[in-house]
């Protein structure tokens, strides 16, 4: 009979030992924070009877959405941060990122590694005209005469919808690629 109550008992336990690591795994308070995703894993592979992916068939992107999955094409590794400020209104300060990126990317690897970095920065969500302007060299930042390798932008629209995302590969007085839209 002890052995049959034992058993039972070693039974009941089995049943509900992972209903009990699953609640412990799932609660809120967890010491640690969720590991964050790595900005270089690489995308997931493709069916090889697909011949486009679906951002390209969305590109230039129109919405927020389609700019974070064109954004998510990009390797925001491949951008470096030279330079910071923050100028403004105390109440929405200006966020200006200098930015320098490998010459040798072309024109849409450009816009996507900006495109990138601006999200990853949690720049989408600042409407206080936030700015990243990209360069080929720290020299070329610092020398301050405008970007040279391209720039991802937010600024107010009017009239219409508030806010204008516009992105930029080539240097301002040579553009080599842009879109935009209002949103």
């Known amino acids: 009979m002890i052995t049959k109550k034992l058993t039972l008992r070693i039974l009941r336990l089995a049943a509900i ?3 009990i690591v699953i609640a412990g795994c799932n609660s809120s308070t967890s010491t640690q924070p969720p590991a964050p995703r790595s900005s270089t894993q690489p995308p997931a592979p493709q069916s090889s009877a697909k011949t486009s992916s679906p951002v390209a068939a969305v590109f230039p992107p129109a919405s927020l959405t389609a700019f974070r999955a064109f954004a998510a094409t990009g390797d925001a590794a491949q951008v470096t941060q030279v ?3 923050n100028e403004g209104l105390p109440s929405c300060p200006d966020p200006t ?6 010459r ?3 024109v849409r690897a450009v816009e996507a590694d900006l495109s990138a970095f601006f999200v990853q920065a ?6 206080c005209s936030p700015v990243v302007f990209a360069f080929h060299s720290k020299a070329q930042a610092d020398a301050g005469n405008g970007y040279t390798a391209g720039r991802v932008i937010i600024t107010t629209n009017s009239p219409g919808p508030p806010w204008n995302l516009e992105v930029d590969a080539g240097g301002d007085t040579s553009p080599a ?4 839209f209002n949103f």
């Open 17 to 19: 030992a992972p209903a």
């Open 83 to 85: 330079g910071f400020t």
């Open 97 to 102: 990122y200098d930015v320098t990126i490998p």
């Open 104 to 106: 040798s990317l072309g």
């Open 122 to 127: 949690g720049l989408l969500g600042n409407q």
């Open 177 to 180: 690629g842009s879109f935009n």
